[in-house]
């Protein structure tokens, strides 16, 4: 899940739940600054900006209390390389078992470690971080996420850095160094 904070001004109080493509393909058309024009009904969004207008379809539902399952502090933070996060991440990629997709990351004060397996092959693949491109604050620490969710995070941040935050075993919040107007959320899975 993505959380962008930013001020906009709407007319009355407003709820909907965006796809993150739409997003996605925003970040990349949007450049400089302009006026946008946001428009909701009951089952589309609109974006008016340029010569360009573009609609989705909302998500049906209500969004649930995400507020309440992000703590307000973390006990474990990691400072990343994007670039070298997005290799390793890549490579060990190609050892998920396909159904799943279970990355296991074991965060250490020297290194992370990257892991897969594939159990109907057999194949496992482990790779590292470590020195200027990976500095953690924290105990030692192994998490199980779905590839698939850290990749499609990894694709909207536009930073060198990445932070990353987690208590033992919860949330990973991923953020812009000492920036929190954009924040990404993924729950890990459980261990087999």
Do not use: W
């Amino acid at each position: 899940m993505s959380i962008y904070k930013t001020d906009l001004i709407f007319e009355e109080d407003v709820n909907f739940i965006v796809p993150v493509k739409m997003f996605n393909l925003l970040k990349q058309m949007i450049t400089g600054e302009g006026i946008i024009k946001f428009k909701v009904s009951d089952k589309k969004f609109y974006v008016e900006f340029n010569n360009y207008k573009i609609a989705c379809s909302l998500i049906s539902g209500n969004y649930p209390d995400y507020e309440s399952i992000i703590p307000n502090e973390y006990t474990n933070r990691a400072l990343i390389d994007v670039s070298m996060f997005k290799d390793r991440l890549s490579r060990v990629n190609s050892y998920t078992d396909k159904r799943s997709k279970k990355v296991i990351l074991n965060f250490s004060v020297n290194q992370l470690k990257l892991m897969a397996e594939d159990p109907i092959t057999g194949r496992k693949g482990e790779f590292f971080m470590q020195g200027s491109n990976y500095d953690y604050a924290g105990t030692e620490e192994m998490l199980a996420i779905n590839s698939v969710y850290i990749t499609e995070a990894m694709g909207v941040f536009d930073t060198p850095k990445l932070e990353i935050k987690f208590s033992s075993g919860g949330l990973l919040k991923l953020n812009e160094e000492d920036k929190c107007d954009f924040i990404h959320l993924i729950m890990p899975l459980m261990f087999n």
